[in-house]
């Protein structure tokens, strides 16, 4: 029987069968190659539950081997990764419970049961319809819950690096602080070893995250309750970028070589919409219908974008008139055959990969300023959201009240008595303010050469 050292493990290659190699130094303890390569540990020995007859054989897996060594105060878990230390480490501890009469089978369960990373699936799985395929990949049902998706990102990313092994009896608001500190000043790493993005903003999502599942548990449980956090949410800087006529000329015109990213990001503007729930607009959501005009105007038919609840942030849904040129951008997006996606790149799935056409699409706008002046610079970092606030700011400037934009924008205006109550849906009033905003961005995209006067907003003005 061998004493295992990483010098002689590093040797050990695959056979086309599993093989073991007990370990002299320490009894009990074998080293199981796969045909794969990974080296895991496993223990085999005798559970007697009641301290008496021959007993139940047991072949109990640990954890994957690793040759770095943690240090004589690790304390390793079953399932971390081992080195030989810790596994000497851990297995003298489960054989020392199983003399005691402590099934370690059980144990682990109950003690992953008792962990944060366990909450955490049941709430993915309970509460966000969370399925997960042999091959790892997970998916939604955003009926149940629309953000699980995102949840899902901040929790693999950044919140079970940290806290996944963790007892929920771990979680303390010391613990918690710590973590938002870290994370907040871009220092957290994942379990790559990377760093993970950080910042004030994904500090103060990760703890809303983790709010969020303590408090649910607590609503699971008679006999736990959650922490306060009160006093850790960082202070944010609010964006507040506007794009320039200058900048929304440039990149109207870097928009119309993208293709369905393009169509999207000219769309976005014209209609205020969020990114979310333009890019996922399907046809049938497009329909034609009547708008009832105020002050004695007449019925007419009218393009309007009838949001569902189900995609609608505030779950409710959302009826937005489409003006002329939010039509026209429509038609002129790329078709595919049996596609209902207004934009999609390849006619089975809604665009997406934004950072990448962001990306070329900013490299476009350099390409145009260099046109101008070979020593040019970038326009100054924005967003795609930024488009929803630069039309939200082009609507004040054609006169449209402030609650109209507002309504444009798809936000709840009024108290929930209001909201209860007051079922018009100010189509008309709507359909008024995109027009206004259209012909504005038509000015500022053809270089400001036609002046348009706006008459006085409908339903009056400010």
Same mark, same amino acid.
């Given at each position: 029987?061998?004493?295992?050292?990483? @010098?002689?493990?590093?040797?050990?290659?695959? &056979?086309?069968?599993?093989?073991?190699?007990?370990?002299?130094?320490?009894?009990?303890?074998? !080293?199981?190659?796969?045909?794969?390569?990974?080296?895991?540990?496993?223990?085999? /020995?005798?559970?007697?539950?009641?301290?008496?007859?021959?007993?139940?054989?047991?072949?109990?897996?640990?954890?994957?081997?690793?040759?770095?060594? %943690?240090?004589?105060? $690790?304390?390793?878990?079953?399932?971390?990764? @081992?080195?030989?230390?810790?596994?000497?480490?851990?297995?003298?501890?489960?054989?020392?419970?199983?003399?005691?009469?402590?099934?370690?089978?059980?144990?682990?369960?109950?003690?992953?049961?008792?962990?944060?990373? /366990?909450?955490?699936? &049941?709430?993915? =799985?309970?509460?966000?319809?969370?399925?997960?395929?042999?091959?790892?990949?997970?998916?939604?049902?955003?009926?149940?819950?629309?953000?699980?998706?995102?949840?899902?990102?901040?929790?693999?990313?950044?919140?079970?690096?940290? /806290?996944?092994?963790?007892? !929920?009896?771990?979680?303390?608001?010391?613990?918690?602080?710590?973590?938002?500190?870290?994370?907040?000043?871009?220092?957290?790493?994942?379990?790559?070893?990377? !760093? $993970?993005?950080?910042?004030?903003?994904?500090?103060?999502?990760?703890?809303?995250?983790?709010?969020?599942?303590?408090?649910?548990?607590?609503?699971?449980?008679?006999?736990?309750?959650?922490?306060?956090?009160?006093?850790?949410?960082?202070?944010?800087?609010?964006?507040?970028?506007?794009?320039?006529?200058?900048?929304?000329?440039?990149?109207?015109?870097?928009?119309?070589?993208?293709?369905? /990213?393009?169509?999207?990001?000219?769309?976005?503007?014209?209609?205020?919409?969020?990114?979310?729930?333009?890019?996922?607009? =399907?046809?049938?959501?497009?329909?034609?219908?009547?708008?009832?005009?105020?002050?004695?105007?007449?019925?007419?038919?009218?393009?309007?974008?009838?949001?569902?609840?189900?995609?609608?942030?505030?779950?409710?849904?959302?009826?937005?008139?489409?003006?002329?040129?939010?039509?026209?951008?429509?038609?002129?997006?790329?078709?595919?055959?049996?596609?209902? !996606?207004?934009?999609? $790149?390849?006619?089975?799935?809604?665009?997406?990969?934004?950072?990448?056409?962001?990306?070329?699409?900013?490299?476009?706008?350099?390409?145009?300023?260099?046109?101008?002046?070979?020593?040019?610079?970038?326009?100054?970092?924005?967003?795609?959201?930024?488009?929803?606030?630069?039309?939200?700011?082009?609507?004040?400037?054609?006169?449209?009240?402030?609650?109209?934009?507002?309504?444009?924008?798809?936000?709840?205006?009024?108290?929930?008595?209001?909201?209860?109550?007051?079922?018009?849906?100010?189509?008309?009033? %709507?359909?008024?303010?995109?027009?206004?905003?259209?012909?504005?961005?038509?000015?500022?995209?053809?270089?400001?050469?036609?002046?348009?006067?706006?008459?006085?907003?409908?339903?009056?003005?400010?």
């Amino acid at each position: 029987m061998p004493l295992l050292t990483n @010098l002689s493990i590093s040797k050990l290659k695959p &056979k086309p069968e599993r093989f073991e190699i007990p370990d002299s130094g320490c009894k009990n303890l074998v !080293l199981i190659i796969q045909p794969s390569g990974i080296k895991s540990w496993a223990l085999r /020995f005798r559970f007697k539950r009641n301290g008496a007859g021959k007993g139940e054989a047991i072949k109990y897996t640990i954890g994957r081997y690793t040759p770095l060594t %943690k240090g004589a105060s $690790a304390d390793p878990r079953v399932g971390d990764d @081992l080195s030989i230390h810790d596994a000497h480490l851990l297995a003298q501890k489960i054989l020392h419970d199983a003399r005691r009469g402590i099934d370690p089978r059980k144990q682990a369960k109950q003690e992953e049961e008792g962990t944060f990373g /366990f909450v955490a699936r &049941k709430y993915f =799985t309970d509460v966000c319809g969370m399925v997960e395929a042999a091959d790892g990949k997970v998916t939604f049902n955003r009926a149940m819950k629309k953000s699980g998706k995102d949840l899902w990102r901040t929790w693999t990313r950044q919140v079970e690096p940290v /806290f996944g092994h963790l007892s !929920l009896a771990a979680i303390d608001k010391a613990t918690v602080r710590e973590f938002v500190e870290t994370l907040a000043a871009g220092e957290l790493r994942n379990n790559d070893g990377k !760093l $993970a993005r950080g910042g004030p903003i994904s500090a103060n999502r990760a703890l809303a995250f983790v709010r969020m599942l303590v408090r649910w548990r607590e609503r699971q449980s008679d006999d736990y309750r959650a922490p306060s956090f009160l006093g850790l949410a960082k202070h944010e800087n609010v964006r507040e970028r506007i794009l320039s006529d200058d900048e929304i000329r440039l990149i109207w015109k870097a928009a119309g070589d993208l293709g369905a /990213f393009g169509s999207l990001v000219k769309f976005l503007l014209v209609s205020c919409a969020r990114r979310s729930e333009a890019s996922g607009m =399907t046809h049938d959501e497009v329909t034609e219908a009547k708008v009832q005009w105020t002050h004695g105007k007449a019925e007419i038919s009218q393009v309007v974008w009838m949001l569902p609840g189900a995609r609608s942030k505030t779950n409710k849904p959302l009826i937005r008139p489409l003006s002329k040129l939010a039509v026209q951008i429509l038609d002129e997006a790329p078709k595919f055959e049996s596609c209902k !996606l207004f934009f999609s $790149a390849d006619g089975v799935h809604p665009v997406s990969a934004f950072s990448r056409w962001k990306k070329q699409l900013d490299q476009r706008v350099l390409e145009e300023l260099r046109k101008q002046d070979p020593k040019a610079q970038p326009l100054q970092p924005w967003t795609l959201h930024d488009l929803r606030r630069t039309g939200r700011s082009l609507l004040s400037k054609t006169g449209v009240r402030p609650d109209i934009s507002e309504m444009c924008l798809g936000h709840l205006v009024g108290n929930s008595i209001q909201q209860t109550y007051d079922v018009y849906d100010f189509a008309a009033e %709507k359909l008024d303010a995109f027009e206004r905003l259209a012909r504005l961005i038509q000015v500022i995209t053809t270089g400001g050469a036609n002046v348009v006067q706006f008459p006085a907003a409908a339903g009056g003005s400010d």
